[in-house]
T-cell receptor, first 115, second 114 residues
Framework: AQTVTQSQPEMSVQEAETVTLSCTYD???????LFWYKQPPSRQMILVIR??????QNATENRFSVNFQKAAKSFSLKISDSQLGDAAMYFC????????????FGTGTSLTVIP | DTAVSQTPKYLVTQMGNDKSIKCEQN?????MYWYKQDSKKFLKIMFS???????INETVPNRFSPKSPDKAHLNLHINSLELGDSAVYFC?????????????FGDGTRLSIL
């Protein structure tokens, strides 16, 4: 089974600064999908950004961007101009393109934004 | 309109009881899931249900049983509740045909066992 690792249980960032959350994964597949989800205290799971493994270009959504390094199996999330509302748990997730249909989640990174 | 809705949001009950959590999605998705989020926030798949095919995670006790009356619903029944079942349970759905599509989550059900 695929595994997803988030090695930073907690991170903090000053408001308006930039922070990078790391994620690595283990797979033998050549094509797959990667996602970042945000879980604020309200408990909702909100999609932040997604990446298709066959696309070399890094995905970007407004202040959120990823650094996808396929050879290194790394998928980090960069949050620019951090805002108080960005404070949440962030989960990295992997989904196979071919087998199974569930997400494999990392253990999450709790992000604190300091005013 | 709520895309994936779970009821109840909170469930407090005694050990040994049987309870159910309901989930409904109005997105027309083919696949639904149940996840368990433990006290350390780790989200783990329990079940996925796709066009009448149920895929069971082997680590899930058989006290847990999903039931899907139709494509839009996947309910979770739990028998003989134990203290270790206390967690937040999330229902989700996705359009299986396009694997790049994200999963849409419900708001979660916090289950507390006394």
């Amino acid at each position: 089974a695929q595994t997803v690792t988030q090695s930073q249980p907690e991170m903090s960032v000053q408001e308006a600064e930039t922070v990078t959350l790391s994620c690595t994964y283990d797979t033998s597949e050549s094509d797959y999908y990667l996602f970042w989800y945000k879980q604020p205290p309200s408990r909702q799971m909100i999609l932040v950004i997604r990446q298709e493994a066959y696309k070399q270009q890094n995905a970007t959504e407004n202040r959120f961007s990823v650094n996808f390094q396929k050879a290194a199996k790394s998928f980090s999330l960069k949050i620019s101009d951090s805002q108080l509302g960005d404070a949440a748990m962030y989960f990295c997730a992997y989904r196979s393109k071919y087998t199974g249909n569930q997400f494999y989640f990392g253990t999450g990174t709790s992000l604190t934004v300091i005013p | 309109d709520t895309a994936v809705s779970q009821t109840p949001k909170y469930l407090v009950t005694q050990m040994g009881n049987d309870k159910s959590i309901k989930c409904e999605q109005n997105l027309g998705h083919d696949t639904m899931y149940w996840y368990k989020q433990d006290s350390k926030k780790f989200l783990k798949i329990m079940f996925s249900y796709n066009n009448k095919e149920l895929i069971i995670n082997e680590t899930v006790p058989n006290r847990f049983s999903p039931k899907s009356p139709d494509k839009a619903h996947l309910n979770l029944h739990i028998n003989s509740l134990e203290l270790g079942d206390s967690a937040v349970y999330f229902c989700a759905s996705s359009q299986t045909g396009d694997r790049h599509q994200p999963q849409h989550f419900g708001d979660g059900t916090r289950l507390s066992i006394l």
